[in-house]
C-alpha cells in the first residue's frame, strides 16, 4: 500500500499539523488532507503508516454522520473535483481529504474521560484525582468511571505537550457560555458513540474532540472524531479492569516507545517494519467493526 507523508497539492499550502496538511480553497472553504503521519507523546515519528490517513478520513466521516443530530460539523456540500480539478491530483488525495467549512478554531482540546486509563491513571495515582476531579479510592486501572468526565486541555503545537487544564481556565478561554456549551457537548458526543461502539464489542475509554464557531457564532464539531488516533478503543471481550487492556489505537505504538531510552523529545524514533504493521492492521479493525451495518 502507498504512503502519503507529506501533501503537496496547487493549492496554497496554510499549515502542516502533526497529522493533516491544511489548504486554502476559497474565502469560505478549507481541504484537509489526513496523511499517514503518525504522532505520539505529541513528537510526529519519521516514518508514515501506510493507508493510515484513508481510516482515518473514512471513520471521521462515519461519525460526523452518526452525530449530526447532536451537533453540526465542518463538513461541505461542495465536492472536491469543484477545487482541484486535475484528475490526476484530485486521485492522490481524493480518499483521505475533505472539504470543509472555514471557522474559527477554539484553543482546547476537548478530552472525555470514561476508564481511568493513560495519564489519567498515572495522576490518579499520584494525588486520586484526575484533572481536580476527586475520584473514589481504591480504583484500578481501567477500571470504569462513576461518570464521564471532561477533561480539557490546551492544543499544543507539533513537538510541544499538550497541558491539563481546569474548566476554570476553559472558562477565561472561551467565556462561560461556550465553556459550557462544549462541556455539554463532548460529554453527548462521547455517550452516543461510546454506546454505539460498545453495541459492537468495542470499549471507548476516552476521546478527543475539537470546535469551532462560524459567522453566527454556532458551536461546530471539527478537525477528526473518535479515530485511533484521538481515542482509546479497547475490545470488551478481553477487557480485564486491573490491567491496560489491548487496543485498536496508538496506545500499542506508545507501549513501544516506552520500552525505549527516549527522551519523549524530537526527533522521535523510527519504528520496526513489524510495529507500523500490526498498528494499520488495529486501525482496519477497528474502522470495520464500528462502520459496519
Not at 490526476?88 to 478554531?105: C, Q, S, Y
Not at 475539537?210 to 479515530?227: P, S
Not at 500490526?278 to 482496519?284: D, V
Request: proline share 8%; glycine share 6%.
Amino acid at each position: 500500500m502507498s504512503a502519503l507523508y507529506e501533501s503537496h497539492l496547487s493549492l496554497p499550502l496554510l499549515h502542516r499539523g502533526k497529522v493533516r496538511d491544511l489548504y486554502d480553497a476559497g474565502p469560505e472553504h478549507l481541504v484537509v488532507v489526513t496523511t499517514d503521519r503518525l504522532s505520539a507523546f505529541d513528537c510526529v515519528l519519521p516514518m508514515p503508516i501506510p493507508g493510515k490517513g484513508r481510516i482515518l478520513n473514512a471513520l471521521s466521516r462515519f461519525w460526523f454522520a452518526y452525530t449530526e443530530s447532536l451537533i453540526p460539523n465542518h463538513l461541505s456540500e461542495r465536492p472536491l473535483s469543484a477545487i482541484l480539478t486535475a484528475p490526476d491530483e484530485r486521485r492522490l488525495v481524493e480518499d483521505r481529504a475533505m472539504v470543509v467549512r472555514r471557522l474559527k478554531p477554539l484553543p482546547i482540546e476537548a478530552i472525555v474521560r470514561g476508564y481511568l486509563a493513560g495519564s489519567a491513571w498515572k495522576e490518579y495515582q499520584r494525588t486520586g484525582s484526575v484533572c481536580g476531579v476527586r475520584l473514589p479510592s481504591g480504583l484500578r486501572e481501567a477500571d470504569r468511571l462513576p461518570e464521564p468526565l471532561f477533561t480539557p486541555s490546551t492544543k499544543a503545537a507539533a513537538g510541544q505537550h499538550d497541558e491539563n487544564i481546569s474548566y476554570t481556565e476553559v472558562e477565561r478561554l472561551l467565556g462561560a457560555r461556550y465553556a459550557q456549551a462544549v462541556r455539554e457537548a463532548s460529554l453527548d458526543l462521547y455517550t452516543r458513540a461510546a454506546a454505539h461502539a460498545l453495541a459492537r464489542g468495542v470499549i471507548i475509554a476516552d476521546t478527543k474532540f475539537e470546535f469551532g464557531t462560524d459567522e453566527a457564532g454556532t458551536l461546530v464539531l471539527i478537525d477528526e472524531v473518535l479515530t485511533p488516533d484521538s481515542s482509546r478503543f479497547w475490545p470488551q471481550d478481553s477487557y480485564r479492569p486491573g490491567t491496560s487492556p489491548p487496543s485498536f489505537d496508538k496506545q500499542y505504538v506508545r507501549d513501544y516507545l516506552e520500552t525505549l531510552a527516549w527522551n519523549k523529545r524530537p526527533p522521535a524514533p523510527v519504528l520496526p517494519e513489524e510495529i507500523v504493521s500490526r498498528t494499520i492492521a488495529k486501525y482496519e479493525e477497528a474502522l470495520r467493526i464500528l462502520t459496519e451495518p
